[in-house]
């Protein structure tokens, strides 16, 4: 007696049967061979589905190891990959689209229950020449045994038949561990045991105590595997001139693809993305369909829309950044006002008009301390001072802005005549000095160094100002619309996402934004210290320095790979060991050697003597200086002839006055 736990679906036609502990010597008449080979194929599974059209469940049942949790499937597999859902806008008989409906909705439901045991054991009973009408619920994790029914006769001719099945098994759903058992004999496909003209894949007989077949644990024995590699950034295609229409890459992820195989190119199409349909182009397509093993090529470990791919162990990490065009080059004749940044500047002059404050401060308390007569003490404190005439009769205000005028000239290191003979000021503006000549000093150094070394205006910082810009951000592939900027994070990433557009052109995205100037771009960090570390070192791009993503990488494989273990197991190995890292430095190395090429052309070709021409600021400042001085000359003339005019009336006065006064003393003796 069997212990059984039945859920029924009513009109479903499909019941589950939860079997506990199932004996096998409670069934007389036993086929032992069949028994053994069941228990070898499922030695590592626990949990079974039988899947069987038969009445007879005790004949079904006595096969089944020991220990184990079996599953009841009533409903024959191959018309899960035949029924699909209906067209809900057909108009035609309402029982045919109820009934249809039903059984899409039956349809679903058999799929789910189906999927739950795909790392489990199917024990399938049905004709062999049925197979191939449900090879879609085939999963490479599972493991499959299919019991030819006893009443069908199977002839030998069926042998080739059953070979291209579980081929075709394999290579679209990823398989090899389906086994048929025909005619008291257990069939099962090796895909890794070569064959005639360098092929692989055979139909093998799996006999009483022999190992099923199984993925080589170290060497495939030179197993195609197929590899797709593409231009990226650790991937860079070799110059050829081959005609042959293969194309060469090298690399980090190329190295360790080295590893394991030889090349077969790819297509056109790079990473790929979701079509409007719901298929995939590109490298993510190949993957879906299974047409290759693996892509060398490192993707961002984040959701594909699809879980029909896998990743590997991660590998390496990178960051997805911003670029825009580099700020403009300051004009030569604007250079020397951009040594030193405004706010050094600024403090030259609050320094400036401190010291000036400290000077006036002490020529007061110097002139407290004078005993003597008015007189005296001023003719002694104009000594001391060393006051000009003109100063000297001046008043207090104008004593005070020589004062802060001396201050500056002093401060610059200009020529001074005047220099006080107070031992108190002498000792301040020696320290003065001091200051005046660090900061010369530095002027002078950085007056030679812009002129051997570009300066350019300020570059965008952040982000924030990146926004402020306006600026839009084409992107030459789809997912970097995803992959930059967050959703609903901030209001700024929403503002930056926003200006994203996809725009598929053949020219590289950095050399448009290069070229253009007026938009910005995204792409990965690591890619300006290789292939286009070129923008970066002859200063064309400027990457803002605040990244907003940081990505893991890993190689891509289809969904529950069989080869996903022993990728993994070598590729930690590499990773475990330095030699990704190791690989990623010779690359930069070899980019570097190959840019400074480059470089060094640009920078011949840039060096000139320089000239008058770049030396031009220095003339502007003199013509200023002499425009300046000529009209403080013209306004002091014309103050002189204004205010010496009515003296020089009074001179004549005084000239004429003896004349007149003797000419009126002359007449007054005439007349008396």
Known sequence: MVGMLMDIHLGSGISYTLLETIPNNQVQNANVQLTDHIATIFATI???????????????????????????????????????????????????????????????????????????????YDKVSEISKYVCL????????????????????????????????WTTRGTFRVYLWVQETL??????????ASAYGALVEVGAGNTPPTVPPNNFAGYPVRVEVFRSVYSNPVPSNSSSGSVAYTGADVTARDVFLVQVPADKELFGDRL????????????????????????????????????????YSDAVCCLVKKASRIPEALLPLYIFPADIWSLLCVLGLCCGCVWCLLRWSVRQLQPASLWSRRHRLAVLFNLSRTVRSAGTVRQTLQLYIDTFILLVSAPYQRF????????????????????????????????????????????????????????????????????????????????????????????????????????????????NAIYMTTRQLHMIPECPRMYNLAYVMPHRSVFGEQFNKVLLRMVGGGLVDHWIDEARYGWTLKDWR???????????????????????????????????????????????????GEDMVKKRLPVMVERFRGAIRKKA
Not at 142 to 163: A, K, W
Not at 487 to 505: E, G, K, T
Request: aromatic share 10%.
């Open 420 to 531: 006080t003979r107070s031992g108190v000021e002498r000792l301040f503006l020696t320290g003065l000095l001091l200051v005046s000549l660090v900061f010369v000093s530095l002027y002078q150094s950085g007056l030679a160094a812009v002129f051997v070394n570009p300066v350019y205006y300020p570059d965008i910082g952040t982000l924030q100002q990146l926004d402020e810009t306006g600026l839009a951000i084409p992107v030459k592939y789809r997912g970097f619309i995803d992959d930059v900027f967050a959703v609903n994070y901030s209001r700024l990433m929403d503002s930056l996402r926003a200006r994203m557009h996809h725009l598929p052109v053949k020219e590289s995205m950095l050399a448009r934004v290069a070229r253009l100037g007026n938009i910005a771009t995204v792409t990965r960090k690591t890619t300006l210290a290789l292939d």
């Open 187 to 196: 069939y099962g496909y090796d895909p890794f045991k070569p064959t005639v």
């Open 276 to 315: 409007p349909n719901g298929s995939f182009s590109g490298a993510l397509g190949r993957l879906v369909r299974r047409e290759v093993d693996i892509v060398f090529t490192g993707f961002f470990i984040k959701d594909y829309s699809t879980r029909e791919i896998e990743f590997t162990a991660g590998l």
């Open 46 to 124: 626990n949990h079974i589905d039988i899947v069987t059209g038969m009445d007879d469940r005790d004949a079904v049942l006595w096969p089944v190891p020991e220990q184990r949790t079996v599953r009841w499937l009533d409903t024959p597999p191959r018309t899960l990959c035949s029924v699909a859902p209906i067209n809900r806008d057909d108009s035609h008989c309402a029982d045919e689209h109820e009934d249809a409906e039903r059984r899409s909705e039956y349809f679903t439901h058999y799929r789910r229950h189906w999927t739950e045991n795909s790392h489990g054991g199917y024990l399938i």
């Open 138 to 169: 085939f999963d490479s994790t599972g493991t499959y045994l299919m019991v030819d029914d006893p009443l069908h006769t199977t002839p030998s001719i069926e042998r080739d038949q059953m070979r291209q099945t579980l081929q075709h098994i």
């Open 598 to 648: 480059v470089v060094q052309g640009m920078m011949e070709s840039s060096f000139k003597v320089l000239t008058v021409q770049d030396m031009q600021f220095a003339f502007y400042v003199l013509a200023i200086g002499l425009a300046v001085s000529a009209g403080a000359i013209g306004a002091e003339l014309m103050h002189f002839r204004r205010t010496r005019r009515p003296v020089a």
